[in-house]
């Protein structure tokens, strides 16, 4: 059989508007899957992000939907917002061709502009269970004939608490739809899941040596809490990335971090939950136009985020699982590319390490940063060679550590003001400190590209 779309059952007008994007040859998911679903079968995909999973059940959706029906035919239910402006991107590229009518079904947009939209001839809907739901308790959406159903990045919307919300979805669906689940692992509540909703499944993984993509190099930088700003900075400029996430733990985190990073001359950009969905997708289309390099995100914000040239993934905080940390990783090695994940270890972050160490199945190489002293000279050496100033007198309790005198910096910190007198530039910065997020005005980074 060759190696193509056409052969794997695929119209020759989609094959050709697949030339014309540059994609030629199936994935591994893709050749396992696509035929699968063209019978009818209903599957549960392993595979992570990054390895074709989303055109595995796009094509066989385009080549099933009858367009001259009136009723919702195809849905796909995403855990985050931005995975469902994602893959309706993807599916609008190929919609066309085939007069398949789309609506994205996500919270921050306006829901009266989606009702009407639904009063139209909508064939597929894309969308986050709390939208999905929503719709449903308005009646302003109806699955009662719906054919066929995607559960994509299903281990996540486990993780993020939307197990309740997919199951109510699920039963006002028909019994014999066509069921596709797509999860890069397989946790026993997504298990729990299938052997519910789905009939006679047929289990298909992508092929990959390790649970984790191959073509990812992963490093521990070991660390300590208050060194671990000082850290990143030294790994961005050592590793020099093309485009980078950088994931913290918390939206306060996410915002510290990313202030101090902006004051030390960094590209950067801040994506949580917080913002506004037009603040979000501002963001996001700069990143993907490489207006910004550097974006510091929590786990839920660039969940399932695929963006071509992700070079680097820093995980400034250690995730607490592996599943967590699979998904993080594989923003990057995509589509055979090759990546960088380097996760900032801890003494506390010790046993997270293990856990996620275990459930990879590979101990990941371990890099210890320079000494306090070195990186000292080293940064002032920056200052001299770069141009960026003259030489400065090294801060006192930057020398220590983020220490120096507890009592004075605490004095300081409540002042706003740093120990010779001098007005801070962001008290919030100072206050990070403690976290290993400390604001330093005695080097610099370089203006942002």
Partial sequence: MKNNFYSLGISTEIVDLLKENGITEPTSIQRQAIPMLLMGKDIIAQAQTGTGKTL????????????????????????????????????????????????????????????????????????????????????????????????????????????????????????????????ATMPKGIRAIASRYMKESIHIRAQSKNITLDEIKQIVIETTDRGKQDALCKAIDEYKPFMAIIFCRTKRRVTALNEALQQLGYNSDELHGDLTQAKREKVMNAFRKIQIQLLVATDVAARGLDIEGMTHIFNYDIPQDAESYIHRIGRTGRAGQSGVAITFVTPRDREALSLIEKGIDMQIE????????????????????????????????????FGGNKTSDKRSARSGKAKDGNRRPDNKIAKGKSRGMANSKTHHRGKKS
């Fill in 56 to 183: 595995a059940f796009i094509l066989p959706m385009m080549e099933k939907i009858d367009v001259n029906k009136t009723n919702v035919q195809a849905l796909i239910i995403t855990p985050t917002r931005e995975l469902a402006i994602q893959i309706t991107a993807e599916t609008k590229k190929l919609a066309a061709e085939k007069k398949v009518n789309i609506l994205a079904a996500y919270g921050g947009q306006d829901v009266e502009q989606q009702i009407r939209k639904l009063k139209g001839n909508i064939h597929l809907v894309i969308g986050t269970p709390g939208r999905l739901l929503d719709h449903l308790r308005r009646k302003s959406i109806s699955l009662a004939q719906l054919e066929m159903l995607v559960l994509d990045e299903a281990d996540q919307m486990l993780h993020m608490g939307f197990l309740k919300e997919v199951e109510d979805i699920l039963r006002q669906t028909p019994k014999n739809r066509h069921t596709m689940l797509f999860s």
């Fill in 366 to 401: 371990r890099k210890k940063i320079a000494k306090e002293v070195d990186r000292r000279e080293s940064k002032l050496r920056d200052v001299e060679t770069r141009g960026y100033g003259k030489k400065k007198p090294l801060n006192s309790a930057r020398d220590k550590g």
